[in-house]
């Protein structure tokens, strides 16, 4: 790391700060849990006294105890910090695949967008026909014909949605590649009249849509209708989350594809999607990236809200939300507020000062400071 | 300009058909409709009977315009009342595709559950339990356990010494359940089928109201949706316009403050404040102020939860408001605080670029005062990124306003959606959905008006 750190300049210590704290988040969300060293607090059976303050700040003798509360206990009298750390593992699940999925649809639909344009993409009207159909057909079978699988899958959760999905999938996949060879005889025999795809006006219509609801309502609606799952929220979250990417995405592209390399390589007859992919898409990279690290502190604090509000995340998952909200029962209990709310401040503003450090490292002469 | 707003306004028509037709269709799908969710809420103590006979009152009509459904399903099944009945018989239609050993099967259940009254052997408790019993198939959906049902069900009436022509009946169904998996053919399944049902369908009577503005009726209590959601817009509408006031007020003064040459050391930590300030999430500033200044542990200096007096009688509309801000000062203080950081930030920003430009340095030639140059010079200037923030911004707002009105219990539009969320009130849903998306595209375009208003060079590309 230390080659780079010399051409941006030296890490500040806020910087330094912030790394090392998303260091220590990830190990407390990804190691400690699985080596089993703590009990996940909502299994853990023989819970300690209710509304006990943290270990370092009681002075008092009692002693009797051989569980160390360090950061105190809750209601129930589970160990805060093994909430606390659980709680960065349903962080870290909700917001990770979250951000994955938002930002592989808004490459998708904002390259689509942004490189094709109005006038790019020309298709032979027998595809179109033919591609319109199979899609009918594709989702009368995935989703109509299976509807009975999706009930029982959106009723049990978790991965059979997945697994419906990946089934879906399977089913347009087929679908797709029959389209295909029927394509190519039918421009075989002589149908080769071709229009064009208002791509980008579909993707700015879809995007106007989605943005037309405030989008903490569009999720809080939309969980309305699903059973409490993590894998729902991930879900519904990228579904809303996917349009400041694809935007992000679109406006880069506009500027890249007129940049003289972009024409000698068409000059040159490079195919389209493979200048995409090799030349325009990783120099429209890196506002993207800083959106996911500023999405990423989004999500973060969208998973405690509903978990606060009581939302869409379930009663059995440990989360700093839910957490905090004890406060309300007891407005003694300090510790149920101070040490979920510092780590879930630390981690949304240490991403947002990695984001600023990246974005300065990937583009030096935008300095804003 | 009037060209472009209309074309706006055009498009904002279709956006929410489209959006609130998806929220009609999504609470039809979804299994249990707000009646099923009240019942529940209201105990399971009322026998399984009249929930189903309160049902069939209305006549059932089809969701859409036309239907496409599978081969193996027929074409009535719509009608099947109840609702855990069509749902198994589409189960076992879908899974095994041979629709007459289905209709078979179902005849021979209900038989059984009619027939249930005429036993003259069987007590009253027995009675009900066979009928839960045999009501309980219909929630199954694994083969395995539903012919184990049957068969607990045939052992239980053998040991009661049934009649010989009910415990027959029982082995005719369970045979008939045998015939369903026995002979599966899944390509009947495959085949599609359109059928077209004419006007008279649910979607058709809900658009017509729709369009009349008549957005049907809670389900929670009984009043018109529009009702409803005014009788909470105002509250919302009440904070959000005092916080929108108050953040951009703050946020002026606090960057032109901080532009002010003078505050060269104190503009480091005040940036820094800002910034930390900005990742805090708004419910985590809230709950600190509530329970910093409002509960008993800490200062007690305003009242928690609620809204206070709804009106008070002889007095003029003011004084009430007068009462009630001391309920919305903790409000909106944490949607202000969460808010400023970003605000100040930008326009800030806008100053700071202004600042380097001609115009500035002529008027700081000229010889007029820092203050002069800032309030007169500059800030007219930096107005256009204010105005596009102050729209952007509202959507942003009434996302905080759920927030806060849910902690801090004002009777308001967070508040009806969080309750709407949590009793599945469909008809307040879509309605939120509604008002909340005119609301948001409404605010865009009197931002381009204001723009327009505030500078006239400025030529805007619909």
Redesign the interface.
């Known amino acids: 790391m230390s080659p780079q750190q010399n051409k941006t300049g030296k890490w500040r210590w806020p910087e330094r700060l912030a790394g090392g704290y998303l260091l220590l988040f990830l190990l407390m969300a990804v190691v400690v849990p699985a080596t089993g060293l703590i009990q996940h607090p909502y299994e853990n059976t023989q819970s300690g006294p209710s509304y006990q303050p943290p270990y370092i700040f009681s002075f008092s003798t009692s002693g009797n105890s051989t569980n160390i509360y360090w950061l105190g206990t809750d209601r129930v009298g589970q160990d805060v910090l093994a909430i606390l750390i659980f709680g960065a593992r349903t962080a870290l699940v909700v917001s990770l695949p979250a951000m994955l999925l938002a930002t592989i649809m808004g490459v998708v639909l904002g390259s689509l967008a942004g490189f094709w344009g109005n006038s790019g993409i020309r298709v032979s009207v027998a595809a179109c026909v033919l591609g319109l159909s199979g899609l009918l057909a594709a989702g009368?079978?995935a989703f109509?014909?299976r509807?009975?699988h999706w009930?029982?899958a959106f009723q049990s959760g978790t991965f059979s949605i997945l697994q419906e999905l990946g089934i879906a999938f399977t089913i347009f996949t087929g679908f797709g590649i029959i389209g295909w060879l029927l394509t190519t005889v039918a421009i075989k025999i002589g149908l080769k009249k071709t229009i064009t795809l208002p791509i980008d006006h579909f993707v700015l219509r879809a995007i106007?849509?989605t943005g037309?609801?405030?989008?903490?309502?569009l999720i809080?609606?939309?969980?309305?209708?699903a059973k409490p799952a993590l894998v729902n929220v991930v879900v519904l979250a990228a579904l809303t989350y996917w349009t400041s990417i694809a935007r992000l995405v679109r406006g880069e592209l506009l500027q890249v594809k007129e940049l003289p390399y972009i024409e000698a390589a068409q000059v040159a007859g490079i195919a389209n999607w493979r200048i995409l992919l090799k030349q325009a898409l990783p120099n429209a990279l890196p506002p993207v990236i800083v959106a996911i690290a500023f999405g990423l502190?989004n999500l973060i604090?969208l998973e405690?809200?509903l978990s606060?509000?009581g939302?869409g995340i379930p009663a059995y998952e440990a989360s700093w939300?839910k957490l905090?909200k004890g406060?309300?029962q007891n407005?003694?209990a300090?510790w149920l507020?101070v040490f979920p709310?510092l780590t879930?401040?630390f981690t949304?503003?240490s991403l947002?000062i990695m984001a600023e450090r990246l974005l300065k490292k990937l583009s030096p002469r935008q300095q804003?400071f | 300009m009037v060209q472009y707003a209309l074309k706006r306004l055009l498009?904002l028509i279709p956006?929410?058909w489209?959006?609130c037709s998806l929220?009609f269709f999504?609470?039809k799908?979804?299994?249990g409709t707000c009646l099923d969710w009240q019942r529940g809420e209201f105990g399971q103590s009322m026998s399984r009977g009249l929930v189903n006979n309160s049902r069939t009152i209305q006549p059932i009509k089809p969701l859409f315009y036309f239907s496409?459904?599978?081969k193996a399903e027929p074409d009535t099944l719509y009608r099947m009342q109840p609702v855990t009945h069509r749902?198994f018989l589409?189960?076992l239609a879908?899974?095994n595709a041979n629709w007459p050993s289905v209709a078979a099967f179902y005849q021979t259940l209900t038989l059984l559950q009619n027939s249930l009254v005429q036993l003259p052997v069987v007590t009253t408790a027995d009675k009900q339990v066979l009928s839960y019993q045999l009501e309980s198939v219909f929630s199954l959906?694994n083969k395995h356990v539903i012919q184990q049902a049957l068969l607990r069900i045939e052992n239980q009436a053998i040991a009661r010494h049934y009649p010989k022509a009910y415990i027959q009946k029982i082995k005719v169904g369970q045979q008939q359940f045998k015939n369903i998996t026995a002979q599966v053919t899944v390509s009947g399944?495959?085949i599609?089928v359109v059928a077209w049902h004419g006007f008279d369908n649910e979607y058709h009577l809900w658009f017509k109201n729709f369009i009349r503005g008549n957005l049907g009726i809670s389900c929670r209590n009984q009043l018109p949706v529009n009702q409803v959601i005014a009788e909470s817009f105002a509250n919302t509408f009440f904070i959000s316009v005092l916080s929108l006031g108050l953040i951009f007020f703050l946020a002026v003064e606090l960057s032109i403050w901080l532009s002010k040459a003078a505050q060269f050391h104190s503009r480091q930590i005040v940036l820094a404040v800002l910034?930390?300030l900005?990742?805090?999430?708004?419910?985590?500033i809230a709950?600190?102020l509530i329970?910093l200044l409002a509960?008993?542990?800490?200062l007690n200096l305003f009242p928690v939860f609620g809204l206070g007096p709804a009106a008070i009688p002889d007095e003029p509309t003011y004084v009430t408001w007068l009462y009630q801000l001391p309920y919305l000062a903790l409000p909106i203080i944490s949607l202000t605080l969460a808010s400023l950081p970003h605000v100040t930030g930008q326009i800030y920003?806008a100053i700071q670029q202004l600042q380097q430009r001609d115009f500035v340095l002529t008027a700081k030639a000229k010889g007029l005062s820092e203050r002069v140059v800032l309030r007169r010079h500059v800030w007219r200037n930096a107005l256009l990124p204010v105005i596009t923030l102050f729209t952007g911004f509202l959507?942003?707002l009434?996302?905080g306003a759920?927030?806060i009105e849910?902690i801090f219990a004002i009777p308001g539009m967070g508040n009806l959606?969080?309750q709407?969320?949590?009793t599945?009130d469909?008809p307040v849903?879509t309605g939120?959905?509604l008002y909340?998306?005119l609301i948001?595209?409404v605010a865009h375009i009197i931002a381009d008006i204001l723009y327009f208003l505030a500078d006239p060079r400025i030529r805007i590309q619909p």
């Not at chain 1, 037309?212 to 309502?217: D, E, K, N, Q, T």
């Open positions: 009368y079978y109509c014909v509807q009975v009930l029982n106007e849509i037309a609801i405030p989008r903490l309502l809080m609606c939309l969980i309305a209708f502190g604090s405690a809200t606060y509000l939302i939300g905090i406060i309300l407005p003694k300090w507020v709310a879930l401040c949304i503003l947002q804003q | 498009w956006t929410l489209l959006i929220v999504l609470s799908a979804v299994p496409v459904r599978s749902a589409k189960r879908l899974l959906s399944v495959l599609p910034y930390s900005d990742s805090v999430p708004l419910f985590i709950l600190t329970t509960s008993t542990s800490y920003q959507p942003a009434i996302t759920v927030i849910i959606l969080h709407t969320v949590q599945r469909f849903l939120i959905v909340l998306g948001k595209v």
